[in-house]
């Protein structure tokens, strides 16, 4: 009962995962620069504003401070997808988007009684934009600029995380890091027979890994810190650029370094039920190798988020038997734009989640409303809301005894 | 919740998320664009224009194995004379008999007048397959009809030309295996005129020489050849089939940008439509061929005319147009300028011919003169430049 239980949930999730399998770029602002990235963690996490890095998570393995998996005592599988909707305005025009992301997976898996190996993959950053211009030509008919980017920056990461005591949990993780940022620009006359299209294209391929240390310490049973570190990630980036005249094309190495980010939270017990999560995180700016036309235009990057949980009784009405979530945060970009003006995305956040019947795991629900960005400094801004769907589900792995199925 | 509800819903849920459409992200994506922030700038789409200079070329075709056959003359071009090779190998059977009359008869079918003409023996016999573009030699004297005069008048109404019975007798007594003769337009009486008929080709009614002898018995001598002999002296840009005249043009292209990559580029031209001709009355009338002008764009093996490569080359273009209606042509280049100027292919220039010159008679021609409303050959290049793209080591 229990494995078809789970084996349902799992379908209906990857259904709706798949649904935003047509992935866009997270914001309007991700310009198609590595520097944009989401962060660490599943439904319940970004229910909470991304607060949780001093957050013990006994139910999931997509958790915002690694160390937190050395609680987990079985196999435990989790899967996270968001999908995002958003309007965008200028002073003069607006656009409504939907963007889907790919989903972020972890899987977990306890090598003996705190000590758990885990591995998965986790979208750093997704960037997609399509988008044409007319221009205007004398002597002929206007040619449409059509932009096509793409980009998709992942993490592989390879954990480690061990309970040194019964307060202490630490935490050490390997970063593959692999991905991939293409811009084309067409020139293309739609109402020309005979005409051909030209094409520019770069094609820039990541690669690189990075470590990453964190560490959850609980010092009171009602309170919490936590910490990560993740280091820098030294990028070498393949460069193509090739145009329709092949005698133009050429091909670069360079290096792009990712600062390294740090961040650290606090998780306050008020009652047995009720939680107050904090998390400040930040990463300098990085230098604008290989994105030169955002010289001056880069700052160090923030977040400052508060989170309020209001745990699942085991008794009571169904309203008692769910979890509440809430939190705020407010997220200082990477980012200027115009040079000088800072994007800075503020959101509050809800969620709640239900547990699998028949057995451990979870499926969580969230919802972010705010907006990225303003009109009066930015000149744009990004209404937004995002609707996050995540799976926990654990198996006790032991050794099958001969003769059984 | 029955199981099968629950999935349903799911899918439902997912489709409403995978269906919900964004709305075009171009206008609000205009200022990251217009400051770079993408580290995509566009290149600068131009058209440029460069100067033809064009010259008439004549090339040594004719058409021999044409349905018809005509003569006089058409939009300029002019047909001087109809060549006819008889066979009379079976006249030695009629040795010593007397004739009483000889006809030479032409089945014209379209004529918008009655011409001079008169018949000559020509002095060397010629095939279909000749390339023929000026009259061989014949005896200046012309064939006598029945009563001596060599004047004649071909038109609608005026098809048989009775030719000396002396004279065909000496010829089926001759023992020869053709007859050579000669139908010449006199121009200088009737210089207008144009009068097409059935040649062999047609495979119907084709010219025929009917001998009726004295013993009462006649026969039919078959054509076995037939030629129309055209000629046109050009008076500016003019492409001709029937006698094969090419307009070549000549240009530099070294002006254009070096970094160019080209979206199109094409030959404007402008048609001289009062004297164009896609079609003869009798194409028209009698075969129902299309009116259109055939062209066939190449650039030559050799930009010298003198040389045998210059007469074939790479196709450009081909396509059809009406030759009759004053208008603007734009013939695209297609990778003919992107080779030229990216040094893939030596510019000998471009020639425009008909396409079917070896089969119809058709004429254009084109303007060589600028005006307000009408300008001499040239080329126009659109191109883009390529992308700059800004980062990078």
């Known amino acids: 009962m229990r494995g078809q239980t789970i084996r349902t949930v799992v379908i209906h999730v990857i259904i709706l995962c798949l649904a935003g399998g047509a992935a866009d770029a997270q914001s309007i602002f991700g310009l198609n620069f590595i520097g944009e990235h989401r962060f660490r963690g599943s ?111 992942f993490t592989a990461p390879l954990s480690l995380s061990w309970r040194v005591t019964d307060r202490i949990r630490v935490a050490g993780e390997l970063q593959i890091e692999r991905g991939s940022i293409n811009d084309e620009l067409a020139v293309y006359f739609p109402e020309e027979e005979y005409f ?92 604008p190798a290989g994105f030169s036309q955002l010289e001056g235009s880069l700052q160090d990057e923030r977040l400052i988020a508060f989170g309020l949980e209001r745990r699942r009784s085991a008794a009571g009405g169904f309203f008692s038997r769910i979890p509440l979530r809430f939190g705020y945060y407010e997220n200082r970009w990477h980012l200027e734009f115009p040079a000088g003006e800072g994007v800075t995305a503020r959101f509050v956040t809800l969620g709640t989640g239900l547990q699998v019947p028949g057995g451990p795991g979870s499926v969580d629900i969230s919802l972010e409303l705010g907006q990225i960005g303003s009109i009066d400094n930015n000149g744009i801004d990004e209404r937004v809301m995002r609707i996050g769907v995540g799976l926990n589900v654990s198996e006790p792995w032991s050794r099958r005894k001969p003769g059984k199925r | 919740m029955n199981g099968k509800v629950v999935l349903l819903l799911t899918i439902c849920i997912a489709v409403v998320f995978a269906c919900c459409s964004s709305e075009p992200e171009g206008p609000v994506t205009r200022q990251f664009i217009d400051s770079l922030a993408y580290g995509v700038k566009v290149g600068d789409t131009r058209v ?40 009379i190998s079976a006249g030695s059977a009629h040795a010593g008999t007397q004739v009483s009359r000889a006809i030479l008869s032409f089945p014209v079918r379209v004529a918008d007048t009655t011409l001079s003409v008169t018949c000559h023996e020509l002095l060397q016999g010629f095939e279909d397959d000749d390339t023929i573009s000026a009259v061989p030699p014949y005896d200046p004297l012309a064939i006598p009809d029945s009563t001596g005069g060599t004047a004649r008048i071909l038109g609608l109404e005026d098809q048989d030309f009775s030719i000396d019975t002396s004279l065909v007798r000496r010829w089926l007594q001759g023992g020869g295996e053709r007859l050579n003769l000669a139908v010449i337009w006199n121009e200088e009486r009737d210089p207008k005129g144009f009068i097409e008929m059935q040649a062999r080709e047609y495979e119907s009614e084709p010219v025929v020489f009917r001998v009726d002898f004295a013993d009462g018995t006649a026969d039919t001598f078959p054509v076995a050849g037939d030629y129309s002999i055209a000629s046109f002296e050009s008076e500016g840009l003019d492409c001709v089939g029937g006698v094969a005249t ?148």
């Open chain 1, 43 to 153: 439904a319940r996490q970004q229910a909470l504003a991304f607060s949780t890095i001093a957050l013990p998570d006994s139910n999931g393995a997509l958790t915002s401070n690694t160390a937190s998996l050395a609680e987990l005592s079985e196999v435990t599988f989790s899967l996270f997808e968001v999908t995002n909707l958003s309007r965008i305005r200028t002073e003069e025009k607006s656009a409504s988007q939907n963007r889907f992301q790919l989903p972020s997976i972890m899987i977990a898996i306890p090598l003996r009684d705190g000590l758990v190996f885990g591995l998965g993959y986790r979208t750093r950053f997704q960037g997609w934009g399509d988008f044409s211009y007319e221009r205007d030509v004398a002597g002929v008919s206007n040619p449409l600029d059509i932009y096509k980017l793409r980009s998709t920056l």
């Open chain 1, 196 to 287: 051909g299209s030209v094409l520019s294209r770069r094609d820039r391929s990541f690669s690189g890994t990075s470590w990453s240390a964190s560490v959850l310490i609980a010092v009171h049973p009602r309170i919490r810190i936590g910490a990560v570190f993740d280091d820098r990630v030294s990028y070498t980036v393949n460069q193509d650029i090739t145009y329709s005249r092949e005698e133009f094309d050429s091909s670069v190495s360079y290096d792009f370094e990712l600062p390294p980010a740090f961040g650290a939270g606090v998780a306050l017990g008020i009652t047995d039920r009720w939680w107050i999560t904090s998390n400040y995180w930040a990463r300098e700016a990085p230098e």
């Open chain 2, 48 to 87: 440029d224009t460069f100067e033809v200079s064009a010259s008439t070329i004549s090339v040594p075709y004719g058409i021999g194995s044409s349905s018809l056959l005509r003569i006089g003359e058409i939009q300029g071009i002019v047909f001087e004379a109809i060549l006819l090779s008889i066979d």
């Open chain 2, 246 to 393: 090419r307009i070549h043009f000549t240009f530099s292209l070294d002006d254009l940008d070096e970094r160019a990559m080209i979206h199109n580029s094409y030959l404007v031209l402008t048609v001289k439509g009062e004297v164009g001709l896609g079609v003869t009355p009798g194409d028209d009338r009698i075969l129902l061929l299309p009116s259109d002008f055939y062209y066939y764009l190449y650039t030559p093996g050799s930009s010298n005319p003198a040389n045998p490569l210059f007469l074939g080359g790479t196709e450009v273009d081909n396509g059809s147009f009406d030759a009759a209606l004053t208008q603007v042509l734009k013939l695209p280049l297609r990778g003919f300028t992107a080779d030229v100027t990216q040094g893939g292919r030596v510019n000998t220039g471009l020639v425009l011919q008909s396409d079917l010159e070896t089969v119809r008679i058709q004429r254009a021609s084109f303007h060589e003169e600028n005006n307000d409303t009408i300008s001499k050959p040239y080329i126009v290049v659109i191109y883009s430049l390529p992308a700059d793209f800004i980062g990078g080591p």
